[in-house]
């Protein structure tokens, strides 16, 4: 008995792996396990290489947007206009491999496919979409999303970026901040308030009065572009306008679709940090013992694979309610909240347990955490995403 006890022990202890506690992998399809293959392929070979040198240059790796899209990975989730029209665990999959390598590079995907090309996809009209997502899709053309301005980006009802009808054409004035994208983009999906309600307008890099600086000193998503973009008297045909949505819900939708692929991702970032502390407190070897060795160490990383282990089974179960159509904002919202703070925490532990080293580089915890301070940021900040909760609680409207 005694021996058999023995066995059943070693035999499940071999099954597990740290990064994937209570198996998720297994519940996935083949066509699901294929894609995250294939996605942490490309990450080893072509993002993990160059990734510290790009994030200490400050410079996006445009190097690899051919590279995501041969593998189909730019508007993944939708379908004809040649995308790839893979389901929700899909894009989740390859937002949490693309953010084990780096959070910017699963920036620029998220923003590419559910802040870009999503809303031309949705509300566009047909030559709209024939114009423009094939060749998205192909990495020819870059998109950003202009929602945010510099007076507060929590409460975009309050825009004051707006669109007066001059004949057939719109005129766009103001300004956006803080855009992902913007100084590399062919063209910007941006929201301005009209007098029905706020609108989508297509605006293509070089229409005069256009404008999208760089947002240089950043010390989070370094390997990132962020611009501000400014319009003064911007002339946008009225063919470049979204005939399919007025009013919040239209960027909403998008952040919906971009906040679920955040969910997913910071998973990775997580992981990518647990991974390198498993290996330092190995062989990092402090009063005659590994530091691996010691309760506190222990509790410490139990504590980490506890809660990247409820955030992927939070993320599963949210993907399987989005591809059954059931997923509501609130739940995405919890999810991007829970996610986004358990990476956080561990990325912020995992280079407190490296000492010194843990404010080097060469090891990536002060990377990921550094940009996870945006990513619990962007798409909502915690508070945003609390309330919401709150008001699906309450009824009560707190913002
Ligand atoms: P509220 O009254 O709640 O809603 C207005 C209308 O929108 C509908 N709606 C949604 N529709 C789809 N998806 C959602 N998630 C939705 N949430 C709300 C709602 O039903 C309503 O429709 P209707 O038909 O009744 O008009 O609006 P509110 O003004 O009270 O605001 C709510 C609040 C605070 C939650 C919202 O303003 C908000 O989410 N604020 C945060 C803004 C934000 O997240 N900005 C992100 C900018 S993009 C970005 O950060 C990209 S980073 C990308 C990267 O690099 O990866
Ligand atoms: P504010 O809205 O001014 O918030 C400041 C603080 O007040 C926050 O802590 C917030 O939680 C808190 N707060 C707000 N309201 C309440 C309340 N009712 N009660 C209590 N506390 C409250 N935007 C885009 O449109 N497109 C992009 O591509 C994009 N990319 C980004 C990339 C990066 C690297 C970053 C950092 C941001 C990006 N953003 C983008 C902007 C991002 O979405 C905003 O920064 C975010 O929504 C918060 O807006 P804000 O910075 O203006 O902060």
């Known amino acids: 008995m005694a021996h058999a006890a023995a066995h059943t022990t070693t035999q499940a202890a071999a099954a597990i792996d740290p990064m994937d506690l209570f198996d998720v992998r297994g519940a996935l399809t083949d066509e699901e396990r294929l894609v995250q293959d294939s996605v942490a392929r490309l990450v080893d070979a072509e993002v993990l290489p160059i990734i510290r040198e790009a994030f200490e240059e400050h410079r996006f790796p445009k190097q690899l947007v051919p590279k995501l899209a041969e593998l189909g990975l730019l508007g993944s989730s939708l379908h004809g206009y040649d995308c790839a029209g893979l389901n929700a665990i899909c894009y989740g999959l390859i937002c949490q491999e693309l953010e084990r390598g780096d ?65 057939s054409d719109w005129v766009l004035n103001g300004a956006k901040m803080w855009i992902t994208n913007g100084a590399i ?21 070089g229409t005069p009065g256009f404008s999208a600086p760089e947002i240089e000193n950043k010390f989070s998503l370094r390997a990132s572009v962020t611009s501000a973009l400014f319009f003064d008297n911007v002339v946008v045909p009225k063919e470049q306008v979204l005939p399919g949505v007025v009013g919040l819900k239209g960027p909403l939708s998008c952040l919906t679709q971009a906040r679920y692929g955040i969910a997913w991702g910071v998973i990775g970032a997580a992981q990518a940090c647990l991974k390198s502390l498993l290996d330092y ?33 939070l993320a599963l179960q949210l993907g399987r309610m989005k591809d059954a159509g059931t997923m509501q904002p609130a739940h ?62 309450t009824g009560l409207n707190a913002f």
């Not at 192909?138 to 950003?144: A, P």
């Not at 005659?288 to 139990?302: D, E, K, S």
Request: charged share 20%; hydrophobic share 40%.
């Open 103 to 167: 959070s910017g590079i699963r920036s620029f995907v998220s923003v590419q496919s559910s802040l870009c090309m999503y809303p031309i996809w949705a509300y566009g009209s047909e030559e709209q979409k024939r114009k423009y997502l094939p060749r998205m899709a192909r990495g020819e053309l870059i998109g950003c999303f202009g929602l945010t301005e510099p007076h507060g980006g929590s409460d975009p009802a309050n825009m004051k970026t707006h669109a007066k009808q001059r004949g």
């Open 281 to 313: 407190t190995a062989t990092r070897v402090l009063f005659g013992r590994p530091l691996a060795q010691n309760q506190t160490i222990q509790v410490r990383l139990a504590e980490m694979s506890r809660r990247i282990t409820t955030a992927q089974l």
């Open 332 to 393: 995405v919202s919890l999810a991007k909240w829970n996610n986004c703070r358990m990476a956080l925490d561990i990325a912020r532990d995992c280079r407190d347990m490296l000492g010194g080293a843990g404010i080097s580089a060469e090891f990536a915890p002060i990377r990921h955490m550094l940009n996870l301070e945006s990513v619990i940021t962007y798409e909502g900040t915690e508070t945003i995403h609390q309330l919401t909760i709150g008001r699906q609680l």
């Open 185 to 205: 983009a062919d063209l910007g999906v941006i929201w301005a308030m009209t007098p029905e309600g706020i609108r989508g307008f297509i605006v293509e890099k």
